[in-house]
């Protein structure tokens, strides 16, 4: 009996022991724009990666102005040793060149060459590209052609062959259907990264006339775009889920002059501006005048003034928990959000969203 019962607890305890080796690590992905003084304020404990925004380009070369931030970003590993530091490049209106400019191979080869050496120097590990967008419509007068879907391939491959495995690389993906559909060769490209971070959040941006959620879990009869959506579709393509890491939004879209009907939701209106987490707690109050919803469809929240005729979309506690926990259900890669200096110092959005991964 006794023999038998050591038996079972070994079996027990080998279980256990093989459950924990074998739990999925899960990447939390925080994106950072500020500069040396707020890198303090960072909590890498909490977080994966960190990926410093924005470098430039400087001819065919990667360009940093604030090394000193960097450097300082990483630093943090004395606290997380596992902590990834990348470098982007790009951002909105970042990427004026980048479709003439890398359409040679001359200066692609030029450009990985030049990460190389950034990353060496800084200690970072390795680059985000965030171009927007190829091959579609991005900022107003930076040049796009069908071409750059397959420059893009290039240039992942480019990059890959010249930094080898020791550096990741992963790019920022629009999360709408045009971009799924149009700018990225899915198979190649996901070949070749580490992981994609798909931007879904401005789902509903700022050319919209029409109020709707910038940043919704799921797809509604009124707005397609959705996380669920773009995942669904990559998947399709044969993408590994565990190569895809969703976004969540530390901030949110404000429209104006919104009819009072619905609640303000779907209504014809004009975009007013973003404001970060922590305006929209403080803020964006009942005492203020604005009432909060929940649309359990979308799995998103959203406040409405009726006497100021304001509408705000955005992500909080439950959508962030939510979203972290679809990573889960689907075995995706993780969550990244845009971006952590926009997040409460209470009550925060990184904190929910580790508790469910982490």
Known sequence: MFCRLYFIVICVFASFCTSAQTKPDYAIIAYFAGGPSKVGTVNPQKITHIIYTFCTLRGNKIFLADTSTV???????????????????????????????????????????????????????GIDLDWEYPAVEGFPGHKFVPEDKNTFTLLIQDLRHVLGSNNEISFAAGGFQEY??????????????????????????????????????????????????????????????????????????????????????????????????????ASYTKANGFNYFWDDTANAPYVYSPGRRLFATFDDNQSVKLKSEYVKQKGLNGIMFWQIMLDKSYNSLLGEIYQVLK
């Open 71 to 125: 450097r300082r970003l990483v630093r943090l590993k004395k606290k997380n040793p596992k902590l990834k530091v990348l470098l982007s490049l790009g951002g909105w209106g970042g990427c004026k060149t980048c479709s003439d400019l890398f359409s040679e191979a001359a200066n692609r080869q030029a450009f990985a060459l030049s990460v190389k050496r950034l990353n060496e120097n800084l200690g970072t590990d």
């Open 180 to 281: 799924l559909e149009k700018s990225i060769d899915w198979l190649p490209v996901m070949q070749v990264v580490d992981r994609v971070n798909l931007m879904s959040y401005d789902l509903v941006n700022g050319y919209s006339t029409v109020t709707g959620h910038h940043t919704p879990r799921y797809s509604t009869s009124q707005n397609k775009e959705s996380v669920d959506n773009a995942v669904n579709f990559l998947l399709k393509q044969g993408v590994p889920a565990s190569k895809i890491a969703i976004g969540a939004a530390f901030y949110a879209r404000v429209w104006q002059n919104v009819n009072n009907a619905n609640n303000g939701l779907y209504q014809s209106s004009t975009f007013r501006n973003t404001v970060g987490i922590k305006a929209v707690t």
